[in-house]
């Protein structure tokens, strides 16, 4: 069948080439590796060229301005966010950035904030200038702080070493949590466990102190005792992780505390009122 042609004017026009719908064809094994390579590439080059910033602006304006530092400390933090999730874009950088690390020999620990990885990537050297970054950076993930505002925050802040330097008002030393820890759990009494072969290992006229008990369940919930530790870093540090697990609870019952304590100061301070007037009506 011959296609139709329409004539406008005494010239031949063609019928327009209609184009079938795209149909969204399955990659192959090899197609999806060289896919995943081209985005890893770019994460590659992502990173590099953050670096390459950061060493533009201490070459330049270190002195001067810290606007430049921020707008790097900027794109470590919009980084870090693309860097979270399951996406193989988020995949794709944290594979660059593991790579980059490996490449310049920088050494970190597998417990090492991704953030603190990504601050050392990029830069590169003085150790206390890439924790005040790397804590600062962090604060402002603490808080929820928009890429956009963190120029702001850091600013507000006093600065970067003022947030490397500052705690939170709110916050709590180590030895505080374990001694609030310990106040709390004296009065639980979870069950006895007696045993001869245990006694004999412990200071028997260390009565009322603390002891860290290893034990292995086994399949009916009875716990065979492995080992008794009388450390006393090793026991601040399980009241301190047990502070952790459970701080909310604790706070609530030191607040349901504290508003015993103060109900009770106000009921004996109405007293002595009372007993005050009595006086002075009986006199």
């Known amino acids: 069948m011959e296609d139709k042609v329409e004539v406008l004017n005494g010239v031949a026009l063609e019928a327009p080439v209609i184009p079938m719908a795209e149909v969204p064809v399955a990659m192959t094994e090899a197609e999806g590796i060289a896919a995943q390579r081209k985005r890893e590439a770019g994460a590659y080059e992502r990173i590099v060229a953050l670096f390459e910033c950061r060493a533009h602006w201490q070459n330049t304006v270190f002195k001067d301005s810290n606007d430049m530092l921020y707008g790097v400390l900027q794109g470590c933090y919009n980084l870090y966010a693309d860097m979270t999730g399951k996406s193989v874009e988020a995949s794709a950088l944290r594979g660059a950035l593991a790579l980059l690390l490996k490449q ?166 109405l007293e002595a009122l009372a007993a005050e007037a009595a006086s002075a009506q009986a006199a």
């Not at 620990?109 to 991704?114: D, F, G, V, Y």
């Not at 590169?124 to 804590?135: E, H, M, P, Q």
């Open 104 to 269: 310049r020999n920088i050494v970190v620990r597998e417990s090492t904030h991704t953030m603190t990885k990504i601050v050392r990537c990029v830069f590169d050297g003085d150790r206390r200038r890439i924790s005040a970054y790397s804590l600062a950076l962090r604060a402002a993930l603490d808080k929820s702080v928009p890429a956009e505002k963190l120029a702001t925050f850091i600013y507000e802040a006093g600065g970067v070493e003022e947030l490397r330097l500052g705690k939170p008002a709110n916050s709590v030393s180590p030895a505080d949590k374990a001694k609030q820890v310990k106040e709390a759990i004296k009065a639980k009494n979870i069950g006895v466990f007696d045993a001869a072969a245990v006694s004999g290992q412990l200071d028997q006229a260390a009565e009322g102190n603390m002891r860290i008990l290893i034990a292995t369940q086994d399949a009916s919930a009875k716990f065979t005792i492995n080992a008794i530790i009388s450390s006393a870093s090793a026991l601040n540090a399980a009241l301190v992780a047990y502070y952790s697990a459970n701080k909310d609870s604790l706070k609530s019952d030191g607040s349901a505390k504290a508003e015993s304590a103060k109900a009770v100061d106000e009921e004996a301070l």
